[in-house]
């Protein structure tokens, strides 16, 4: 039952924000205040943690009652200040850790900067800082996030507003977004513990998490590296009423980390060469917050694009479309694998998928069938064909979209 909430409630609910996690940040969150009317809610239980069936899903987040505050620490390219991490987004997983994503199609605008320009400039002007997409297109991975997991979000639902008008929800989920991260001062918590950017040195993952824990009521997050590179960190939180105006309340990851116990390289942002790319795509980043099963034992990088099988992988990581494909070992760590093939290692060396030898191995994911990598699919500046090789690039920069598939042999 929506009705316009009171400016007291919220001010209220506010302040009852995790204290640990919060202290010295209430005036933050205050500037954040919302004016737009979404449900008030009474005495609202903890997702996660409800012991009756709830039915008003615009007071309770359900079934994404764990909210997950994810960030960023891109290095090559480098994005963001260089003495901060980055948003990701905001992601409404399951209880167990499972999620759902892009939950209503009617709802992905393609005009998040437009919405808040008119409607919370202030948040649109620290996403620009703080929210970055690695190639440079941040309204894209901006209606990415908001496409793929906040419309998910169930008390952000239209029938959560009174005299709901399109996109009000939009700034609902920017504004909470950007307030849990300022709320979350990573880079700092690290840097007090003696973790700072460094080419050379390395840390242990209980080093990171005890450093970040300490600031989060002891609960442990989840951490991802990329090739032994911490490159990013989840912090989950369960949500006492609606993501608009409840009370976030640290809880632990769900999900299990992908970096090595030992050894983690925390890189400094901005001093490995990247390679220029275009920024023609129209496609959008992926990315997943639960790794699929990582591929493992022998099989074929087929490459798809444009929904349709089109050659594969050859040995070099070269995508070609005629001769045989390569066969590829896959190696399964956690949920994160790396492959190889006759040539030797497979990796990405100036952002091209390669393999031979002296390449340094590369992390990746699955989503499904599909390989990932940093979170996102890969691109190429042309399609293959006849007797034409085609370089592979990580990300989706580049004016052909490709999805490279698995398929176990
Ligand atoms: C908590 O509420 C959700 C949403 O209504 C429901 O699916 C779930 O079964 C509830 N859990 C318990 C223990 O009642
Ligand atoms: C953004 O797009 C939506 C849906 O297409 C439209 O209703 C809304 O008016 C647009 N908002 C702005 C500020 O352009």
């Known amino acids: 039952m929506p009705s316009v909430r009171s400016l007291s409630s919220f001010a209220l609910s506010t302040f009852g924000l995790g204290q640990s996690v919060l202290a010295g940040t209430s005036s933050n969150r205050l500037s954040q205040l919302s004016t737009r009317a979404s ?35 891109d290095t090559s390219p480098p994005t963001g200040p260089s003495n901060s991490w980055t948003v990701h987004g905001l992601w409404p997983d399951n209880c167990d850790g ?15 900067s437009a919405i808040l320009k008119a409607a919370s400039p202030d948040t649109l002007s620290y996403m620009q800082t703080y929210w970055k997409d690695y190639q440079g297109n941040d309204e894209t991975f901006w209606e990415h996030e908001w496409a793929k997991h906040g419309t998910c979000i169930s008390t952000l639902d239209p029938d959560c507003y009174t005299n709901y008008q399109p996109t009000e929800e939009v700034p609902d989920f920017f504004e909470r977004t950007v307030s849990l991260f300022k709320s979350l001062p990573t880079y700092d918590w ?17 080093q990171i998490q005890s450093a970040l824990s300490k600031n989060l009521g002891g609960h442990s997050v989840y951490l991802g590296c990329s090739s032994g590179a911490l490159n990013e960190l989840w912090v989950f939180y369960n949500v006492r009423g609606s993501v608009q105006t409840g009370t976030f309340e640290v809880t632990d990851s769900l999900t299990k980390s992908t970096c090595p116990a030992t050894g983690i390289k925390y890189l400094p942002k901005g001093t490995s060469s990247t390679p220029t790319t275009t920024k023609t795509s129209t496609s959008s ?48 760590s956690g949920s994160t694998f790396s492959l190889s093939s006759s040539k030797g290692t497979c990796g990405i060396v100036s952002g091209k998928f390669t393999c031979g030898s002296g ?7 699955a989503s499904g069938k599909a390989l990932v990598y940093q979170g996102s699919g890969f691109s190429a500046d042309s399609t293959a064909s006849g007797s034409t090789q085609v370089t592979v690039y990580t990300g989706t920069g580049h004016s052909v979209g490709v999805e490279i598939d698995w398929q176990a042999v």
Do not use: M
């Open 285 to 332: 980043p992926t990315s997943t917050s639960v790794p699929g099963t990582p591929f493992s034992g022998k099989g074929y990088l087929n490459v798809v694009t444009s929904g349709t099988q089109k050659g594969c992988l050859i040995s070099a990581g070269t995508w070609y479309t005629s001769g045989t494909c390569a066969t590829f070992t896959a190696t399964a």
């Open 359 to 365: 390449v340094t191995a590369a992390q990746f994911t």
């Open 190 to 206: 690290l840097s007090a513990a003696g973790i700072t950017p460094s080419s050379t040195a390395t840390y242990t993952s209980a």
């Open 39 to 73: 449900a008030t809610c009474n005495n609202p239980q903890l997702s996660c943690h409800n012991t009756t069936v709830q039915t008003n899903l615009c007071c309770f987040n359900a079934p994404g009652g764990s909210l997950l505050q994810t960030q960023f620490w």
């Open 98 to 112: 499972t999620y759902e994503a892009n939950c209503d199609d009617t709802r992905a605008y393609t005009n998040i």
